[in-house]
């Protein structure tokens, strides 16, 4: 089982959300895995809006059953059964709401709501997270800034990659790589969010001036996929996007990239697990 958290420095929009949400769908279309994408975030609702749209009907049955569609977050009676200490694997999947059945699964954050302080709220996550690591073949964990940053830590440790998210300019990527010196050089991966490829600072020029030997993975700015992620058909999307075959089409450029990102994702958790193995 192997936990990757998105993570940025907090300091700008890095698209780290909407990262996430591409990779967990690629995954989900391209590989026979059991994925859950957790929320780890307060009064947050752009995973939500990814996938569902409550002012519309949304088709569902080509994807999903209807378990969890009618709940607004799972994270309140989950927490209850946190704090009792009874949380175990199987209990999760009570409070998740399905994309595609028995491969992409969401737990989305706490709303504004919640009673529980930032430190219970942070503490819950990290409990949750542990156990959902258990059950699910990868575990995505979208790391919201606002959570405890003792809990925050506890959840970077303990995964197995930290994808830690910069925008284009050498200031974001130093913010980010600054923040993230506590953790193992082979425990993290830099990705760029909200790639420009018109901008001077291509991925290449970017590596040469960090010295990196292989060429930087990014998720592109998509107008199409900010739209789709608006109106709640990001699989829609995702789903008719992979028959693109024109390499001249913007869209391609998009959807190759996020595939790259996404391999080099499944790339390093199964060299984390071959080394687990040694």
């Not at 303990?158 to 010196?181: F, G, P």
């Not at 018109?198 to 900010?226: C, D, H, Q, V």
């Not at 996020?258 to 994702?265: D, F, G, M, N």
């Amino acid at each position: 089982m192997s936990i990757v958290t998105f993570w940025g420095s907090g300091e700008e929009q890095v698209g780290k959300t909407l990262a996430v949400v591409a990779v967990a769908t690629t995954m989900a279309i391209e590989h026979n895995k059991r994925i859950l994408v957790i929320s780890a975030s307060y009064n947050n609702n752009t995973l939500k809006k990814c996938y569902w749209n409550d002012a519309v009907t949304k088709k569902n049955s080509m994807f999903a059953p209807s378990k969890g569609v009618e709940l607004d977050s799972g994270m309140e009676g989950l927490a209850k059964i946190v704090q009792s200490g009874k949380i175990n694997p199987n209990s999760i999947t009570d409070y998740t709401r399905v994309v595609f059945k028995d491969r992409l699964e969401v737990l989305l954050g706490f709303g504004k709501e919640t009673l529980l302080t930032n430190e219970d709220v942070g503490k819950i996550y990290s409990d949750i997270v542990q156990a959902a690591g258990q059950y699910y073949d990868i575990v995505l964990v979208d790391l919201d800034n606002e959570i405890n940053q003792v809990s925050a830590n506890e959840i970077l440790k303990n995964s197995n990659l930290v994808v830690t998210m910069a925008t284009q300019k050498m200031s974001s990527i130093n913010a980010v790589r600054k923040n993230s010196e506590i953790l193992p050089a082979n425990q993290k991966m830099l990705l760029i969010g909200r790639y420009d490829r018109r901008s001077k600072y291509t991925l290449k020029n970017l590596a040469r001036t960090l010295g990196e030997k292989t060429e930087l993975k990014a998720i592109p700015y998509s107008t199409l996929y900010f739209e789709a992620a608006e109106e709640g058909v990001v699989t829609d999307l995702f789903l008719k996007l992979r028959r693109i075959e024109d390499k001249n089409d913007v869209n391609y450029f998009f959807i190759e990239h996020v595939k790259r990102a996404t391999q080099e994702i499944t790339k390093r958790m199964q060299d984390d697990k071959l080394m687990r193995m040694r």
